[in-house]
């Protein structure tokens, strides 16, 4: 991963609503979620939801998918992981015992 696409997906993650979705769609998996369940279950207006996943969007945390009427939402794992390797490459100088929590993620 490139230094200009972690400070991307950083600054993106750096604002409390984006944050909040990001790890609503994290918890959801693979499955994903609708506009309206996020935009529910946050409770944040349609207009404000959309403007923040256009930014997770552009960030490349976030991926869309059209499924017959719906648009289903997903965290981009790869994407995700890819940013937790690069800020925890040389964790604890590389020793061994030093192993960062998202390696042991069971959905990613």
């Not at 696409?5 to 979705?21: F, H, K, M, T």
């Not at 790890?23 to 944040?44: F, I």
């Not at 923040?52 to 965290?75: C, F």
């Amino acid at each position: 991963m490139e230094e200009k696409d972690v400070v991307r997906s950083l600054a993106a993650l750096a604002q409390s609503a984006r944050l909040q979705i990001f790890r609503s769609l994290v918890v959801a998996g693979h499955a994903g979620m609708t506009p309206g369940a996020m935009a529910e279950a946050l409770q944040l207006p349609a207009s404000t939801l959309s403007f923040h996943l256009k930014e997770l969007t552009n960030a490349g945390l976030v991926s869309q998918e059209r499924e017959g009427r719906n648009l289903i939402y997903r965290a981009a794992f790869g994407h995700m992981n890819a940013l937790l390797a690069y800020l925890t490459e040389n964790c604890c100088q590389g020793a061994q015992e030093c192993v960062p929590a998202a390696q042991g993620c069971s959905n990613c």
